[in-house]
């Protein structure tokens, strides 16, 4: 008896891995470092801190990047019946999003 897979293809796969690295994005903030001394969240370019806020301002990034994800998924539907190429640059937005709020994410955590 064969089991019935739905069929795989790119968007589904680029909207997966954008969803699996927003949810590593969620992962890391539960492990940000608690405390109750305010949080650099923000340079100026001589150097200086411009932003200070508490773990909870954190929760932007992941917020962010799954309003990214979302929105950029439903375009994708939404469009790849029309034009394949441009559903799939919509896409691979979305997945390219999720690694630039990793890599800021990555260096609060560095920074903090």
Do not use: C, E
Request: charged share 10%.
């Amino acid at each position: 008896m064969r089991i019935p897979f739905p069929k795989l293809n790119r968007y589904t796969v680029l909207l997966v891995l954008g969803l699996s690295a927003n949810a590593l994005l969620w992962w890391v903030l539960s492990r940000f470092p608690t405390g109750t001394a305010p949080l650099v969240l923000h340079f100026r370019i001589g150097g200086a801190i411009d932003v200070l806020g508490n773990r909870q301002m954190l929760m932007t990034i992941p917020l962010i990047g799954l309003l990214v994800l979302l929105v950029n998924g439903m375009l994708t539907v939404l469009l790849h019946r029309r034009d394949a190429f441009l559903a799939g640059l919509v896409a691979v937005v979305a997945v390219f999003v999720q690694f630039l709020l990793a890599a800021a994410m990555g260096l609060l955590w560095w920074i903090n």
